[in-house]
Every structure is written in structure tokens, then in C-alpha cells.
């Protein structure tokens, strides 16, 4: 069983940052791929970024390339997001993902534990 924690969010001015970190319980934290994904109010949750098991691959959604920078550090059993020049349109609740498949890692039905959410909303 793999427990996911986020933590981070907050309220933020458009245009500044925010760091997300998720810290996952799971003796070999190296053997899960790790993603992002958030929702919005009303809205289907949808993916943010994912990163492979070594951190080799990353990929990112469109509308957050350049501006959000996903990471890992398998020492710590941690994944972080780095979100800068927020949008208004990037408020959502942000969940941590994790999955032991090394492929269509930007699905969610790819993952098999998620974390409860963190919420991030940005100001006009």
C-alpha cells in the first residue's frame, strides 16, 4: 500500500509560484511512476505532469509547459511540482499520483494511489 501526502498549496497572486511537494510512504518509492494531475471547480480532473521511476522521462501538459517543472528525489521518497507565472486558470485542487506502470503515465487510470489534494488558488 502506498500512502500519498500533498502539501504546499495556498493562495497566490497571478504571476507568482508555488512549490508542491508530495511525500509518499512506500519502502521502494524508486519503483512507482509519479504524476500530477488537478481539478478545477466544476471541471474533470485532468494531468499536470508526470515523471518516470529514475526521473528520465517528464512530460507536462500543454498549458503548463514553461511554466511548471516537475521533480523527484528517490532518497526522500518525494515528488514536487514547482508552479511559477500562475494563472487565475491554474486554480484547482492539485493531487499527487502514483503508479507502478512505466507507460501512458499521463492517464489516470494508469494510477493506483492517489493523495487527497492540495488546494491552490490564484488571484486575479
Known amino acids: 500500500q502506498v500512502q500519498l501526502v500533498e502539501s504546499g498549496g495556498g493562495l497566490v497572486q497571478a504571476g507568482g509560484s508555488l512549490r508542491l511537494s508530495c511525500a509518499a510512504s512506500?519502502?521502494?518509492?524508486?519503483?512507482?511512476?509519479m504524476g500530477w494531475f488537478r481539478q478545477a471547480p466544476g471541471k474533470e480532473r485532468e494531468f499536470v505532469a508526470a515523471?518516470?521511476?529514475?526521473?528520465?522521462?517528464?512530460y507536462y501538459e500543454d498549458s503548463v509547459k514553461g511554466r511548471f517543472t516537475i521533480s523527484r528525489n528517490n532518497a526522500k521518497n518525494t515528488v514536487s511540482l514547482q508552479m511559477n507565472s500562475l494563472k487565475p486558470e491554474d486554480t484547482a485542487v492539485y493531487y499527487c499520483a502514483g503508479s507502478s506502470a512505466t507507460y501512458r503515465i499521463t492517464l489516470q487510470p494508469t494510477y493506483e494511489y492517489w493523495g487527497r489534494g492540495t488546494q491552490v488558488t490564484v488571484s486575479s
Open positions: 512506500v519502502r521502494t518509492f524508486s519503483g512507482y511512476s
Open positions: 515523471i518516470s521511476r529514475s526521473g528520465a522521462t517528464i
